[in-house]
């Protein structure tokens, strides 16, 4: 069974690094064309992929987001991770972390982690 | 970047009748392999998104058959044949033959 889920540190302020995990099992990062991606949804707003990396550690981002962001993984303890750095009011959304198949499909889903930012 | 727009749906739709959601890419999604990389997502209200239709036609596992996805390089329908209460939410259209991988707007669905 596939299961993931974000955990993140639910409100910061404008202009701090935002840290998001994505822990998962059912499924090995390292086999071969698996990847995890990050997709987020602000409130009533649609879906915006953000950044995915893939078994052999090839990495795609989101070029809207220019240099802001960063992802790895940890194979070894199942888990993905995302950073944002100088984040402001318009990262306010749910953070979303799938399992994508050969980069072009996200076949399963985590719940969702909602991450506010305020001053 | 390939953007991709959808159509809207003549809300709310009667339980039991069939609806078509279009999307159109501003780039063909035919790779060289013969594969249309377009997919369909649903969000019920509440819920993360969760995939419906990937290869522009199919299904994926434990997806309803009242569920079909047709189109061409660059425009793409989604089918449901009658609908039911469970359906209702938000389509999307997702491009995932390259990066940055984008979306549509999104459809609503509103049973009547």
């Known amino acids: 069974q596939v299961t993931l889920k974000e955990s993140g540190p639910g409100i910061l302020q404008p202009s701090q690094t935002l840290s998001l995990t994505c822990s998962f099992s059912?499924?090995?990062?390292?086999?071969?064309?698996?990847?995890v991606s990050w997709i987020r949804q602000p409130s009533g707003k649609g879906l915006e992929w953000l950044a995915t990396?893939?078994?052999?550690?090839?990495?795609g981002y989101n070029p809207s987001l220019k240099n802001r962001l960063t992802i790895s993984k940890d194979t070894s303890n199942n888990q993905a991770f995302l950073k944002i750095t100088s984040v402001d009011t318009a990262d306010t959304a749910i953070y979303y972390c799938?399992?994508?198949?050969?980069?072009?499909?996200?076949?399963?889903w985590g719940q969702g982690v909602m991450v506010t930012v305020s001053s | 970047d390939i953007v991709m727009t959808q159509g809207a749906l003549p809300n709310p739709v009667p339980s039991g009748e069939s609806v078509s959601i279009t999307c159109r890419s501003s780039?063909?999604?035919?790779?060289?392999?013969?594969?249309?990389?377009l997919n369909w997502y649903l969000q019920r209200p509440g819920q993360s998104p969760q995939l419906l239709i990937y290869?522009?036609?199919t299904r994926a596992s434990g997806v309803s058959d009242r569920f079909s996805g047709s189109g061409s390089g660059t425009d793409f329908t989604l089918k449901i044949s009658g609908v039911e209460a469970e359906d209702v939410g938000v389509y999307y259209c997702?491009?995932?033959?390259?990066?940055?991988?984008?979306f549509g707007g999104g459809t609503k669905l509103e049973l009547k």
């Open positions: 799938a399992r994508t198949r050969i980069t072009t499909r996200d076949d399963y």
């Open positions: 059912g499924f090995s990062l390292s086999t071969s064309g698996i990847c």
């Open positions: 990396i893939c078994w052999e550690d090839s990495k």
């Open positions: 780039k063909s999604l035919l790779y060289s392999d013969g594969k249309t990389y």
């Open positions: 290869w522009m036609s």
């Open positions: 997702q491009q995932g033959l390259e990066f940055p991988r984008t």
